[in-house]
């Protein structure tokens, strides 16, 4: 139980370090985060999803926009069967896939 306790002080670091501008920084405790989680947590449990939303999230900023669409559809999927397709959990997830979509988009089109 104490690796979910210390996942969640670094989610919150992780949370800061983006509200801050701080990527690279987000994106390790966001992904040592996942790490412990992933030691205790079953894959479809929605705190996990909740932080593979956030990785995801962090991807997007880094530039890697295959590796967040990819998380994002995954967790969109799960959420969908614990939620219900037309949850907010959902909707949140489908606003930040249209995102990713629209960057992908946009970066073939200049290509």
Same mark, same amino acid.
């Given at each position: 139980m104490s690796e979910l306790i210390e996942a969640e002080i670094r989610t919150q670091l992780g949370n800061t370090f %983006?509200? +801050? *501008? $701080?990527?690279?920084? &987000?994106?390790?405790?966001?992904?040592?985060?996942?790490?412990?989680?992933?030691?205790?947590?079953?894959?479809?449990?929605?705190?996990?999803?909740?932080?593979?939303?956030?990785?995801?999230?962090?991807? %997007?900023? +880094? *530039? $890697?926009?295959?590796? &967040?669409?990819?998380?994002?559809?995954q967790v969109e999927k799960q959420y969908e069967i614990i939620y219900g397709p037309d949850s907010g959990q959902v909707l949140d997830v489908q606003s930040d896939l249209a995102t990713v979509l629209i960057v992908l988009r946009t970066s073939s089109v200049r290509s």
């Amino acid at each position: 139980m104490s690796e979910l306790i210390e996942a969640e002080i670094r989610t919150q670091l992780g949370n800061t370090f %983006l509200d +801050l *501008g $701080e990527i690279n920084h &987000a994106y390790d405790q966001i992904s040592l985060a996942i790490q412990l989680q992933e030691q205790v947590l079953d894959s479809d449990d929605p705190v996990l999803l909740t932080s593979y939303h956030n990785l995801a999230s962090v991807k %997007l900023q +880094l *530039g $890697e926009h295959q590796e &967040a669409l990819t998380l994002l559809e995954q967790v969109e999927k799960q959420y969908e069967i614990i939620y219900g397709p037309d949850s907010g959990q959902v909707l949140d997830v489908q606003s930040d896939l249209a995102t990713v979509l629209i960057v992908l988009r946009t970066s073939s089109v200049r290509s």
